[in-house]
């Protein structure tokens, strides 16, 4: 969750269960609201930012029976699905089934992609787009070779602005323009910076929304014990996110499967984010409790977000 969402955040608290007298009791929601699926673990880029190519996690690819089952256990619930998570969701080829059998009889059901592009052919386009797609974000990190092809190693630049823009232009001319949500978004880094201006001119009139974001720092990447951010987290709110071997963790960071809730082979997704571990790392969160988390013990998110209308009054709060 973005900061400017908890802001505006309305909802119930969900009992954290442990941990009687919390610091803060932040509003979990009491169904997930986005569910992320590893479908895949593989991506076609080499970024040096991200730890994707450190994952040797088994099976490679989430069988089909297992991601059905997760959505056949959240239908009805309004669930926004992301098929992807540290990977390149399009690495996957059967993206397009999976959409159409996610927005099959659900009209509360909505579909999200977030993609380099690189594997996006006008072909896989116009398949997702008539399957239901809702949202398509575009990963692009700079506005020339020469800034983007160092951060994203793998991909050449050129092919990634010719099939975004390919893609957007169908979307445009063929009808999609208000039933599907597009965004291209950059992560703004001094390589880039001077080319924000020439960016924005390009792609705004292309797409719904384009998004430049500061760089963020995964957690376990040099931050020191002593720096522990003793806060609760809004991450995990309302998301929950799925590995291919079924194990559900606590964050989208988790990379290494330090902070598993679960694992929808021998639970549902309702048992698990309501189960005694998502409960507990919660109710640990709500304390400021960091550094009893081995995954959020190096995790510096949100640090300097203001919790204060979610205090409770209790100890030190
Ligand atoms: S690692 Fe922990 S503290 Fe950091 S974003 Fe994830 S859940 Fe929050």
Known sequence: MRPAQADNWQGAALDAGAGAGPRWRLPYAARPRYLQLETVTKCNAKCPFCPQNEIVRDPARMPDAMWKKIVDDTRGWGVTYRPFLTNEPFVDKRQPEIVRYIKQ??????VEFNTNAELLTEELGRELLDAGVDIMRFSIDGFSAATYEPSRVGIPYAKVLERTTRFLEIWDQEGWRD???????????????????DYRAYWAPRCTEVLVTQLYQWPWTGQKPEDVVKKPCLKVLDEMFFYTDGNATLCCWDVHEKAVIGNVLEQS????????????????LDDGRRDLIHLCSRCNAYKDYDFGRFATGGAGA
């Open 105 to 110: 009889n659900d009209p509360t059901a909505r």
């Open 179 to 197: 039933k599907v949500f597009t965004e291209v978004r950059m992560i703004e880094v001094p390589e880039n910076r001077h080319e924000i201006a």
């Open 269 to 284: 997704v309702q048992e698990i984010w309501q189960g005694h571990a998502a409960r507990c790392l919660r109710a640990l």
